[in-house]
Every structure is written in structure tokens, then in C-alpha cells.
């Protein structure tokens, strides 16, 4: 059938133009470029395929497309770490500093002493091997990264159902110690696998293994297996036995689970099965290793005290900051106050192992400040040994309603007081409509009942009041570091902070209304005896809130512990003031609070955010802060709250709230505009304060 003519002149499609004009512009080529133009396209077109084999060209190019995707993406997270290896990353380690507590007296080392580090071909045979067989098989045969090793590991893993083996070779570990941090995120792997591929490019393999056996961590504070030798068996590590050198090597894994000096039995079965890997391995026959198993190592007693180790990390790395070059034999002394450091542990441990289960929750975090600024105890996890990963201060996690004083502080500067009131009622906007823990709503409330009631609908009215951009900013200006997301949830803590940096930031609130960030070293002093930092010298902090905006907000703090969310936290006898924390799905629980001597960050939840059973920050971190607390205080001159002085202050405001609260409860929602108050507004106010009959219109002196 013939196509019916089309009226008129046609336009010419675009693919149509395009050919005619390649038809052109081949024409003026010369000849020969043109004949093989033509060629090249008649050979591509035999290669065209149609039906099943068309399909499964086009799911091969597809499959190559998506690699092509994944390596540029895998590539451009990898990038960073690159970065970090065009730095004078060999004298990284090259750091010898010996840290003192806020006494003097010594608390540990960190960096690596040339002096003491011993050459490989000097450590026993057996030790190498040990190390090898255990932790990598086919180091000096693989790129850096083992793929059958990790393999091997994955696929145990999934079987498991958890982590049973790792995947790392030496070489990636290698380049955790030396670049990266402890996070477990995908971007770190791969980071970690693209400088351990760099790493066997650019060192040899008896270079790499050095590094691991020098800075590798042992347990009780050791890094490298010299120190360990010394620390475990009171000898030098070239003199070490094979039942030694086994009970070393299993050390690597898990240096506080398999720690001699603290559990001699599962040292001794961890040692079993590195003597074990020997043979497998085929570096020793089971005859050889048959005196070992029957006569296994036994340690020097030691009265060492535990060390602070994430204390020590993070101290170190504020170190290498603040002297990145000249002489690093260096001498620190610190803010730790040991006492306060072993009750922070003690009190964390100790709420972990008897309610964890139960509120399946696993890991916790403290940090505990001066009003300065000045760290007085850290703990950064569970089990220093498990995990090395600094939750004090490198995770960043949701801080729920512990992020309220930071909206409320706003709203004092933006015309509100504690007494103002605003509808505890539903609220939505765009589709989200927050609701309060309880599930019901108190009808109009004071800022005081609301922050310590911990309501919700209250701060999000007010981020809509004063925007949400200015609680960010106070935020910041307070200690908050981390980036800060302007959502509609902000006001509820929705973004997410450190726990460092909530303590700095509720410093202000303790010290006045000054500046605070967390510091942790006074002086530095280099092998020569010169000061090369002192923090005296730096300059003094900025004022960053109004001292009657301070003196509202622990106004109304004090009262969180008194009949509030807070009330596991009240000090016995020692005014109290905080915030608890709740995320949704239970997943984070907080308590953040403070005295006039002290301020205390608790934090709990679990490092792969599954929900707790219910745990909510007025629970086990409420307990725990005043555990930490009460040995904090004992035997010390008590310094007052700011602003809050006398018993009788805080009872008659707690009065008063009650009083307020009883008089509004039978009393019309009254929706206040947001500030600057209008003269309606201000009218409406005037009027609720003549039917509350003039109550809390003077406070005691």
C-alpha cells in the first residue's frame, strides 16, 4: 500500500539534518580518510547481532556500563585517601610522647621510639611466623589486598550470621594505622584497600610487616610487639619463647579479650590456636610445637593500673597538631583527673554489663568537662580492645530532646522567657506532624513545663517562631561542630552531634555563658626541656550567650532533675541541671548535664543503630551520669550553678511552674505569634498575666 502523499513541504527531521550534514562534511575529507570511513562502517555492521544474541550482547554491555559506574564511584571515594599519602606519611610514627595526668604522674605512651624498636631480623623465626599464619597467610604473595582471604572470611561471615573472621590483610591494617580512622563505613574499606594497594607498590613487604609489628596494639596500652614483651613476660622481645611469641601473635585480634595479665585461661586457648595456625600453615610440624602446648606462657604480675586509651589516642592526635614538625620526643601534660577517668569507666562497664541485655544496647560513650573546657575523663566504648573506635569523640550520632536547650536558649533571645506560653497542641507541616513521647497534649504550657517535660510540639513551634537557621547558629556558636541539617525536626534533634561536643557545648551553660571547647592537654614540653605549648597562652574565650539568657536556661534546667525527665540523674545534696535525650526507634539515649564544678555527656545505643528495648535517656544514662558524678564530687569545694544559688530559688520557681500550670490548664489555647510579639500579641500575654494573678511575678533574693 503507497504511503499518501503529505501536503505541502515537510521539514526535515533532526536525525534526518544531522546525517545530511555528516553526508557534507564527509564529502569535503579527503578521499582516502572517507574510503576508510566506509570500510570501518561496513565491518562494524557485520558485527550487529539480532534475537538471543542481541540480548545477551546488551546485558553485557550493560554489566560493563554499571562496573564502569561503580569503579568511577569506588574511585572517587578513594580519592581522600590518596590525598593523605602525598604527606610525609613515614615520620607520622615518628612521634615518642610520654603523657602525664593533671599531677604529673605518668598515664601512658603513644608513637613509636626508634630506640626501642627492634629490627625484624632480630625477632625470633617463630614469632613471624606466628604472626603470619594467624593473621596473614599469603602476605608475601598477594597485592596488598588478600581477595581469596576476604573472600573466605565473607562467606564464614554470612554463615555465622555475624563477624567471625576478618578480611583484612596486614597491609590494609597497615593503612588503617598509618591514615585511617576505626570507621566502619564502606568509604573507609575502600579507602583502606586503595592505600594498601599503594602501600605494596611503595614499601617492601618486610617494610609493611615491620610497621604492623611496631604499631600494631597489644593490650594494657602496648603498641608493638617489643613493648608487649616487655609489659607481658618482663623480657626482650628477641628473647621470647614460642608459647610467648604465640600468645603475642594472638594478641592482634582482640587485645583486651585475650589480655594475659587480665584473662590468663583465654590467653592460653588464644595461644593454643596460633600454635595451631603454625601447623596448618605448614611453618612448624605439631612435634615441634607439642612443648609449647604442654607448657604454655605465664606473665609477669603487674599493678599497672588500666590506662585511658581513648583518652590517649585522642590526646595524641591534638598532639601531632600542635607540633607537626621539629623535635617529637615530647613530654604532655594533661586535663585527666584519674579518679574521675576510672569511675567513668567503671560506671559505663558496670551499666553495660548488668542492664544491657535487657535494654539491648551494647555500647556507651563520656566524656566529662570542667565548665572551661578542660577533659577531666573520656570513654570512648565498651572495650577498648574490642574496638579502638572513639565513640566520644569520632561518632556522630542523633541527640534527641538533649538538642532542646539550644532551641530554647534561642527562643530567650528572641523576646520569649521561661514563663512565656505557647500550645502544647497538634501541629503539622507539610506532611510531618510531630507528637510527644506521651501520645496526649498538655493544652497552653510554660517554656519551663515544656523543657523539662521534654515536649515536643513546643521547640517546633518555636523553630517556626524564630527560624530554624538561628537555633543552628546558636548551635554552633555553643560547641556544635558537626554540620547541622535545617529540617523541619531540627528543633527535636534530629541532626547529628558528637558526644565531646555536646559536653563543650553545655559547658557555656555551666561556666556563665563563655566559649568552651574540650581541651585535653595544659603544656607540652620537648626533649630539651623548652615549653613548645602552653594553653594558658591562648587566648581567653568569647562571650557567646547573654548572662540573663544563661540565667533563664539553668533557671529551668535545674528543674529537669527535680521533677522532670532527668530525675535519675539528681545529685543528692548538689544542685543539678540537664537535658535527657530519646531518638526515635529508641535507637539513641542521652543525658547531658551539669553542676557548677562539672559537665557530663552519657551516651548509649548500638554502632549498627538497631533500636534499644525502650531505653530512653532518663533511664540508664540518667543513672550513669550520677554514678560518674557523685565520686566526681566527693571530698571538693562545691562551686553553685550560675544564677543559681540558693535552695529556696529553686523551690519557688518549681512552685511557681506548678502554680502557672494549674492556673492555664482550664484557659483557651492561645497561639502566640512569633517574635518580635506583635501588640496583639503582647496584649493576650498581659491579659493571661492578670488572670494568673500576678503569680511568679517576683522571685526570692
Do not use: C
Amino acid at each position: 500500500m503507497r504511503r499518501p502523499a503529505t501536503r505541502g513541504p515537510t521539514r526535515p527531521r533532526t536525525g534526518d539534518r544531522a546525517l545530511a550534514a555528516a553526508g557534507r562534511l564527509l564529502s569535503r575529507v579527503p578521499t582516502g580518510i572517507a574510503a576508510f570511513y566506509h570500510g570501518l562502517d561496513r565491518a562494524l555492521s557485520r558485527l550487529r547481532v539480532r534475537g538471543l544474541r542481541r540480548i545477551a550482547v546488551e546485558a553485557v554491555g550493560d554489566g560493563l556500563t554499571l562496573f564502569a559506574a561503580g569503579a568511577v564511584l569506588t574511585l572517587a571515594l578513594a580519592l581522600p585517601a590518596m590525598e593523605t599519602t602525598k604527606t610525609d606519611w613515614r615520620s607520622q610514627g615518628d612521634y615518642a610522647v610520654t603523657f602525664l595526668d593533671q599531677n604529673g604522674v605518668e598515664i601512658g605512651r603513644r608513637g613509636i621510639r626508634q630506640l626501642e624498636s627492634v629490627p625484624i631480623a632480630e625477632m625470633p623465626d617463630y614469632l613471624i611466623a606466628s604472626v603470619l599464619s594467624t593473621e596473614d597467610r599469603r602476605f608475601y604473595t598477594h597485592f596488598g589486598v588478600d581477595v581469596f582471604g576476604t573472600a573466605r572470611a565473607l562467606i564464614e561471615n554470612v554463615r555465622a550470621g555475624t563477624v567471625v573472621q576478618g578480611g583484612s590483610s596486614i597491609t590494609q591494617q597497615v593503612a588503617r594505622l598509618l591514615f585511617l580512622s576505626n570507621d566502619r563505613t564502606v568509604e573507609r574499606k575502600i579507602q583502606e584497600a586503595f592505600i594498601a594497594v599503594w602501600l605494596d607498590v611503595n614499601l617492601s613487604k618486610d617494610e609493611i610487616l615491620k610497621l604492623y609489628l611496631d604499631r600494631g596494639y597489644l593490650g594494657a596500652g602496648n603498641f608493638g610487639v617489643a613493648a608487649a614483651s616487655q609489659y607481658y613476660f618482663n623480657k626482650p622481645v628477641q628473647e621470647l619463647s614460642l608459647a610467648e611469641a604465640a600468645m603475642l601473635a594472638g594478641l592482634f585480634q582482640a587485645p583486651t579479650r585475650y589480655a594475659p595479665h587480665v584473662n590468663l585461661p583465654a590467653a592460653r586457648a588464644r595461644a593454643n590456636e596460633v600454635l595451631t595456625n603454625l601447623v596448618q600453615a605448614g611453618y612448624l610440624t605439631e612435634g615441634q610445637v607439642i612443648g609449647a602446648r604442654r607448657r604454655p606462657a605465664s606473665v609477669v604480675s603487674q599493678e599497672r593500673p588500666t590506662t585511658p586509651d581513648y583518652f590517649l589516642d585522642w590526646a595524641f592526635e591534638e598532639v601531632k597538631a600542635l607540633v607537626p614538625t621539629g623535635d617529637r620526643i615530647l613530654t604532655v601534660r594533661t586535663t585527666l583527673d584519674t579518679g574521675i577517668q576510672r569511675a567513668a569507666e567503671d560506671a559505663l562497664q558496670s551499666t553495660l554489663r548488668q542492664s544491657g541485655e535487657a535494654f539491648s544496647v551494647r555500647q556507651g560513650a563520656a566524656v566529662i568537662l570542667e565548665p572551661d573546657g578542660a577533659v577531666r575523663a573520656m570513654v570512648g566504648g565498651q572495650d577498648y580492645g574490642e574496638s579502638q573506635f572513639n565513640r566520644a569523640v569520632s561518632a556522630r550520632r542523633q541527640p534527641g530532646s538533649a538538642f532542646k536547650p539550644f532551641v530554647y536558649a534561642t527562643a530567650m533571645m528572641n523576646g520569649y522567657t521561661p514563663d512565656s506560653v505557647v500550645p502544647d497542641a497538634p501541629i503539622t507541616i507539610g506532611d510531618w506532624s510531630p507528637r510527644n513521647f506521651s501520645g496526649g497534649y498538655s493544652g497552653p504550657v510554660t517554656l519551663t513545663t515544656a523543657l523539662v517535660q521534654s515536649i515536643n510540639t513546643v521547640p517546633v513551634r518555636l523553630g517556626q517562631a524564630i527560624g530554624r537557621e538561628l537555633i543552628a547558629e546558636t548551635a554552633h556558636r555553643m560547641g556544635i561542630t558537626s554540620s547541622i541539617a535545617i529540617t523541619r525536626s531540627l528543633p527535636l534533634g534530629s541532626s547529628e552531634v558528637s558526644v565531646i561536643d555536646m559536653a563543650a557545648a553545655y559547658a557555656v551553660f555551666a561556666n556563665g555563658g563563655m566559649a568552651a571547647p574540650a581541651f585535653g592537654i595544659e603544656t607540652i614540653v620537648n626533649s630539651r626541656g623548652v615549653t613548645v605549648f602552653s594553653h594558658d597562652a591562648l587566648p581567653a574565650p568569647e562571650r557567646v550567650l547573654p548572662e540573663e539568657v544563661v540565667a533563664e536556661m539553668n533557671g529551668m534546667m535545674v528543674q529537669v532533675p527535680e521533677w522532670g525527665t532527668g530525675r535519675g540523674a539528681k545529685l543528692d545534696g548538689i544542685p543539678t541541671a540537664g537535658k535527657t535525650g530519646t531518638t526515635s526507634s529508641f535507637r539513641d539515649a542521652w543525658f547531658v548535664g551539669f553542676t557548677g564544678n562539672y559537665v557530663g555527656a552519657i551516651w548509649f545505643g548500638n554502632d549498627n543503630y538497631t533500636a534499644t528495648a525502650n531505653l530512653t535517656g532518663g533511664t540508664l544514662p540518667a543513672q550513669t551520669w550520677k554514678a560518674v558524678m557523685t565520686t566526681a564530687h566527693a571530698g571538693i569545694d562545691l562551686v553553685p550553678i550560675p544564677f543559681v544559688e540558693r535552695p529556696e530559688y529553686e523551690a519557688a520557681r518549681v512552685a511557681r511552674a506548678a502554680a502557672v500550670d494549674a492556673a492555664i490548664a482550664a484557659l483557651p489555647v492561645i497561639e502566640i505569634p512569633p517574635p518580635p510579639l506583635g501588640t496583639a500579641a503582647q496584649a493576650q500575654l498581659e491579659a493571661l498575666g492578670a488572670l494568673l494573678g500576678g503569680i511568679g511575678a517576683a522571685e526570692p533574693r
